[in-house]
């Protein structure tokens, strides 16, 4: 399934999305809901909406205070349901999918309702889909072994191994004796490192597979078994002597870098890197992330070591130097991997913090289109359209970020925070009281969330006094 986008629906679809996502801004939840499934018949694969579809579906469900028994009664009003959906997965998988969709309707956090509808989106070849809507349902499941299990699974079936791992290792945590949860976390973890390390090649077969794996385990346990120089040392020795037996085992090159990198010889770590890069024989963006990495690193060592001695100049000549080393490593790596959209927002992140917002501004626009980033460019876009006095447009932003943040973690605190900060700039200081207290109510020690609740009570003390 290839995903669509907002800018390749049609301008009617189009319209009707930003109405609904007006309308969720707005807290008309069931008008939003409905404009929302509309938007979902015509284009199924847009899976923005259908994420905001299923988020406005939980904060729903979960404002009505669910608990076992609301996921048993809504069992027994989809059953029939279900077993008529069911009996359309192999002939009619998108018949099933849409049948799983009205199952969620009844109830978003019941997991025999989310089952099928994993089943059926992997059926109708939208495994992503799935996905998507485990994701955002997890903070409910969290403890649920047979929940993570399948979100796992998933993303080992869309060679996503990092969320495999991540949902394996809260497998181990609940059940720390169960054999096959501590081997589903290191295979989880072995495929994690192969992808990273560009060992996952369709033209690799099996066998040179399974011996990657093996020696990533290894080196991997090597490594964190490491408890002084002496040790680092021997390693070294070690994986210089398997690269002269192996010249072309990306493993072993790889292993030796990061050893340098803990022993703090950063030049022989880059060489390291610049080796794997010519025994591959072709640019690999993982490797010349890590390279910048390293060098960051070395900024950071001497930096340190300009502190101790107490030389102001060394220190400020070195953190310029940091400084424009990131500026021009970010555009390099864009213009070298121009569809990377992680490069884009490190971009957009370099430019914000020059204030060359217009620039900043066109980087995040594009880096919102990775999931893992969508939140944070949005939040910068505000942040940039703040910088230009247009606060309008900077709250919009946030309002979208807001909506697809189902927890209150550090990002989403940074968002509710910022659209507290243009409510005041705005005139609203009501809205921006209940902003602040969002965060207030979780996390008293949130920048100085303290100091202005304290604040706007006095403001309204004085006002009715």
């Not at 669509?4 to 999305?17: A, E, F, G, M």
């Not at 938007?39 to 979960?62: G, H, S, T, W, Y």
């Not at 006095?389 to 925070?417: G, H, P, R, S």
Request: net charge neutral.
């Amino acid at each position: 399934m290839e995903e669509v986008t907002l800018d390749q629906i049609p301008r009617k679809t189009r319209d009707l999305y930003e109405k609904a996502m007006a309308a969720l801004e707005r807290g008309n939840a069931s008008y939003a809901l409905d404009m929302l499934k509309q938007v979902m018949v015509v284009e199924p694969n847009f899976l923005l909406a259908r994420k905001n579809l299923r988020i406005a579906q939980v904060k729903a469900m979960m404002a009505k205070k669910p608990n076992a028994m609301t996921h048993q009664m809504a069992s027994l009003k989809g059953m029939f349901a279900l077993m008529s959906a069911q009996g359309k997965l192999k002939k009619n998988p998108q018949a099933a999918l849409e049948a799983a969709e009205k199952l969620l309707e009844i109830d978003p956090l019941n997991l025999p309702f989310l089952k099928f509808f994993a089943q059926a989106a992997e059926a109708a070849d939208m495994p992503q889909v799935a996905i998507q809507t485990l994701e955002i349902t997890r903070p409910y499941f969290l403890k649920n072994v047979e929940f993570l299990r399948l979100l796992a699974r998933l993303y080992i079936a869309t060679n996503q191994p990092g969320g495999a791992k991540d949902c394996y290792a809260a497998v181990a945590e609940l059940l720390p004796d169960d054999q096959l949860a501590i081997k589903n976390l290191k295979d989880a973890a072995a495929l994690d490192t192969m992808k990273i390390g560009g060992w996952d090649d369709t033209k690799t077969d099996f066998r040179s597979k399974l011996k990657n794996k093996k020696e990533a385990i290894l080196l991997e346990q090597q490594a964190k078994s490491v408890k002084g120089a002496t040790d680092v040392d021997t390693l070294i020795t070690a994986r210089l002597q398997d690269i002269e037996r192996e010249p072309q085992n990306m493993n072993f090159r790889r292993a030796l870098a990061d050893l340098y990198v803990r022993a703090e010889r950063y030049d022989e770590a880059l060489e390291a890197l610049n080796e794997a890069t010519k025994a591959a024989g072709r640019s690999d963006p993982q490797l010349e992330r890590t390279a910048s990495q390293i060098k960051v690193h070395k900024f950071d060592a001497a930096i340190a070591a300009a502190k101790e001695a107490g030389n102001e100049e060394d220190i400020q000549k070195i953190e310029k130097e940091k400084t424009d080393f990131l500026y021009q490593e970010a555009q390099e790596m864009v213009k070298r991997y121009p569809n990377d959209l992680q490069f884009r927002y490190e971009l957009g992140y370099q430019f914000y913090l020059r204030q060359q917002y217009n620039e900043a501004i066109e980087e995040f626009q594009l880096a919102q289109r990775n999931p893992q980033r969508r939140t944070r460019a949005l939040y910068y876009l505000a942040l940039c359209f703040t910088a230009k006095d247009q606060y309008d447009i900077a709250f919009e932003q946030l309002q979208k970020a807001a909506a697809e943040l189902t927890l209150m973690d550090e990002t989403k605190k940074d968002v509710v925070y910022q659209m507290g900060v243009l409510a005041e700039k705005m005139g609203r200081d009501d809205d921006a009281l209940g902003f602040f207290k969002e965060i207030y109510g979780v996390d008293i020690k949130y920048r100085d969330i303290s100091d202005r609740i304290e604040n706007a009570y006095k403001k309204k003390s004085e006002s009715t006094a």
